[in-house]
């Protein structure tokens, strides 16, 4: 069995060494479980996270994390700052080692999973296309630039050097590189936090085209707006488990709340200083 050793081969000019890591990360559907065996049915269609712990040093993040994604979904984490949606990310794409548990990738595509890292960072001197062709080599498979670019609204910007994009086209160009490979599995940090309304929403819907192509995307969010538009399942994480998993109409009716905001709060523990709340929006940065 081979391993998402999270290694790096090649590196860019000030580029973004996660991002490159994300990219080498090519084993089709192998557990990433620090070295247990895959099982022997396969991860068929689902993304499937089981008994997953990460502690740094005697720091517990995640203690029990369990969940499935099918193909086709949105599956939005959400949960205050601090808890661990960051480190459960980097688990699921392969880029940190779980302590304990394991990860399965469905099958398909040159990649097995492609990561949005929360502030992602390329080459500013470089074109789109150039930097594009940069991870496809970095990941050994042939890119089409002017098809990614497509994929979220880019393609007329190929030429245009990335060091000139706005935040909220880099934050794009994040997610176009993340498909380099036609990975099954999108693993988004936060794509939309800090963008203006029109960009929010248009990086919501970029996300949700991507899910109905047939891909899994797990997406760490403060915006509770997006969830509620293109979220198929809420993840609450607090306390290191996953602490209800549920569609965002199911939960405020399991709740009897009116908002998704006052339905997830339910579910996070700790007193009122442990989250900021703001027009269905947690502000703040995660781990």
């Known amino acids: 069995m081979s391993e998402h050793d999270g290694s790096t081969t090649e590196t860019a000019p000030d580029g973004d060494e996660t991002t490159e890591r994300a990219a080498e990360a090519t084993d089709d559907g192998d557990p990433v479980d620090g070295g247990g065996a895959r099982d022997a049915d396969g991860p068929g269609d689902a993304l499937a996270v089981d008994g997953v712990a990460r502690s740094f040093g005697d720091v517990s993040v995640l203690a029990d994390v369990s969940f499935t994604a099918d193909r086709g979904t949105v599956a939005c984490l ?11 990310l980097r688990v699921v794409a392969g880029l940190l080692a779980p302590d304990a548990g394991s990860v399965l990738l469905p099958d398909g595509g040159d990649r097995a999973v492609g990561y949005l890292a929360q502030t992602p960072a390329f080459r500013p001197q470089f074109t789109l296309a150039e930097t594009l062709g940069f991870y496809g080599d970095l990941a050994g498979v042939d890119v089409d630039p002017d098809g990614v670019l497509e994929r979220v609204g880019l393609e007329a910007v190929a030429d245009r050097r990335v060091g000139a994009l706005s935040g909220g ?15 099954p599995v999108l693993v988004l940090d936060e794509p939309s936090s800090g963008l203006d309304p029109t960009m929010t929403e248009h990086v919501g819907s970029v996300v949700r085209d991507l899910a109905d192509e047939g891909r899994t995307v797990l997406l760490a969010t403060h915006e509770l707006g997006t969830v509620d538009r293109v979220g198929d399942t809420v993840l609450v994480l607090d306390d290191g488990v996953i602490q209800t998993a549920a569609a965002p109409d199911a939960l405020r009716r399991e709740t009897g709340s009116e908002t998704l905001t006052h339905a997830v709060n339910q579910f996070v523990h700790g007193g009122a200083g442990d989250l900021t709340v703001r027009a269905g929006t947690w502000e703040g940065a995660d781990e």
């Open 78 to 88: 959400v949960g205050p700052n601090g808890s661990g949606k960051t480190t459960l």
């Open 169 to 183: 086209m880099t934050r794009l160009f994040g997610i176009a590189v993340a498909t380099i490979g036609d990975p």
